[in-house]
């Protein structure tokens, strides 16, 4: 499985746009590229998920190069309930939820 | 209103005592999991199952054990042979275990052995 690389944490305003890049080397043809976000003391829960290019929904987008060996997760002018542990996980399709790794994320405190 | 509940939220439990921490589903999902977090760390996968009545071992199922003998049913036990046993444990599912699908993590359970 790619190994990914997140900062440990990060800092923000509230109005910010914050942008948390992951990096995965060794992404495998068949990898996707998914973003959990977890609160303290709750279950993490999906935010976006990409093979290529660029994906956006109502929360976050989700921009990645064409090489593919980083991603970007984007968050548009953050709130303080933005403040979280936002996890990159990158694996292969059809082949189990099981075997996607949750490394220790990137710490996302958002300021007044 | 569909979900996936566990429960109790906080467990306390004496050393040396086997304890059951309960995951329950109606998103008619297929596959369930069980994560360990401890505090600063990511999530590490205990058990799996991708059907009623089947279940994997995941990274570090030693000291756990697991039944589905349902399919919005899927208990953790936590043993006395698991030498560290405190930690937030959380529950998982998908509708199947397809690494493209989305899955719904419960509330957890922060379990403490004293």
């Known amino acids: 499985l790619a190994k990914t690389t997140q900062p440990i944490s990060m800092d923000s305003y509230e109005g910010q746009e914050v942008n948390i890049t992951c990096s995965h080397n060794?992404?495998?043809?068949?990898?996707?590229i998914t973003w959990y976000q977890q609160f303290p003391s709750q279950g993490p829960r999906f935010i976006i998920q990409?093979?290529?290019t660029k994906v956006t929904n109502e929360v976050a987008s989700l921009f990645i190069p064409a090489d593919r060996k980083s991603s970007t997760l984007s968050l548009p002018r953050v709130s303080l309930s933005d403040t979280a542990v936002y996890y990159c996980?990158?694996?292969?399709?059809?082949?189990?939820?099981?075997?996607?790794?949750f490394g220790t994320g990137t710490r996302l405190l958002v300021s007044p | 209103d569909g979900g996936i509940t566990q429960s109790p939220k906080y467990l306390f439990r004496k050393e040396g005592q086997n304890v059951t921490l309960s995951c329950e589903q109606n998103?008619?999902?297929?596959?369930m999991y069980w994560y360990r977090q401890d505090p600063g760390q990511g999530l590490r996968l205990i058990y799996y199952?991708?059907?009623?009545?089947?279940?994997q071992k995941g990274d570090i199922a030693e000291g756990y054990s697991v039944s589905r003998e349902k399919k919005e049913s899927f208990p953790l036990t936590v043993t006395s042979a698991q030498k560290n046993p405190t930690a937030f444990y959380l529950c998982?599912?998908?509708?199947?275990?397809?690494?493209?699908?989305?899955?719904?993590f419960g509330q957890g359970t922060r379990l403490t052995v004293v």
């Open positions: 990409g093979y290529k």
């Open positions: 998982a599912s998908s509708i199947d275990t397809g690494a493209d699908t989305e899955a719904f």
């Open positions: 996980l990158v694996g292969p399709m059809n082949t189990g939820f099981q075997k996607l790794v």
């Open positions: 199952s991708q059907i009623v009545n089947d279940f």
């Open positions: 060794n992404i495998a043809t068949n990898d996707y």
């Open positions: 998103l008619n999902h297929d596959a």
